[in-house]
């Protein structure tokens, strides 16, 4: 009875989850797999649950075996208790499943994350005569373990070039994504690190340095590209100590998103241009 329980109620967990991210979630292009998997998960708790049951009713054969008669499962009060639980379990499985979704949905709408007030958000350019450099892509899924490699032959000794690097204040800076942890690293130094796991895959990461006050350290501009079908990026800002000044998750429609940097011709003042399906800039506030 209890590995009934334990895989009827998982399987409404599992099953509860995949319906709400097909009805309010963002699913991914392996979505599909999910459901044949449900039915598997489900026997695999159950199977649990079913060892877990035999073991406390041998105990209680062996030691207590006066309460065999209360746990009758062929008795009325033991078959009404029963069903009473399942229902009240499918019920919360199936709610736990479902906010599961929408708590991981409210958790990666697009909104700003974190703010220093360092900066200032708008939506022209603030410059009358601009030029622009492109970020550089510093990592990318689709060739991580190419990356690996390369980073055994640096190790070795190899050839230092063949990892895409930064020059971020007089020093060469490596910008990846290390099971979903965001690293900035100089060398074997790890200057920052930002964990965006909860979010969703990386996918692939662009960066770039930006002096936003002319008689400061640079800061460095990061644009994370999430998976494909999560329609999310997102930029991060750090300054010159790796510490994070302005973090926001965008929404991504149907384009090539990136970021570069805007320097004024006149002024050599510089800025950040974030791209997705729409453009906004970085400034550095007053």
């Known amino acids: 009875m209890f590995g009934a329980l334990c895989m009827t109620v998982s399987g409404v967990f599992f099953a509860a989850g995949m319906i709400a991210e097909a009805a309010i979630g963002r699913p991914s292009s392996t979505f599909a797999i999910g459901y044949i998997q449900v039915p598997i998960a489900a026997l695999a708790v159950g199977a649990v649950g079913f060892a877990i049951g035999a073991f406390v009713a041998q105990q209680i054969g062996r030691y207590r075996p006066q309460w065999e008669h209360f746990i009758n499962i062929k008795s009325p009060l033991v078959v009404s208790l029963f069903l009473i639980i399942l229902s009240v379990g499918v019920y919360l499985s199936a709610n736990a499943g479902y906010t599961n979704v929408k ?4 958790l990666s709408k697009p909104h700003v994350i974190s703010d220093n007030r360092i900066l200032s958000k708008v939506s022209s350019l603030p410059f ?3 030029s622009f450099q492109d970020s550089v892509k510093t990592w990318d899924l689709s060739k991580e373990s190419d990356n690996l490699v390369r980073s055994l032959i640096v190790w070795m000794g190899g050839a230092d ?3 895409p690097t930064i020059s971020w204040n007089n020093r060469q800076v490596t910008v990846v994504s290390e099971k979903d942890i965001i690293i900035i690293r100089d060398n074997a130094r790890n200057i920052a690190q930002t964990d965006l796991r909860k979010y969703n895959y990386t996918r692939e990461l662009w960066a770039i340095p930006v002096r936003l006050h002319l008689q400061e350290p640079e800061y460095l501009a990061v644009f994370v590209n999430l998976r494909s079908t999560s329609n999310r990026a997102m930029v991060l800002v750090y300054n010159h100590g790796g510490s994070i000044v302005y ?3 965008l929404e991504r429609k149907g384009c ?9 011709l006149k002024s050599h003042q510089e800025s950040i241009e974030v791209k997705t399906h729409e453009t906004f800039y970085l400034v550095a506030s007053n």
Request: glycine content about 4%; proline content about 9%; hydrophobic content about 30%.
């Open 128 to 130: 009358n005569f601009p």
């Open 247 to 249: 973090h926001e998750i």
């Open 161 to 163: 070039g063949m990892i």
């Open 256 to 264: 090539e998103p990136t970021i570069r940097k805007v320097t004024d």
């Open 103 to 106: 708590y991981f949905e409210e």
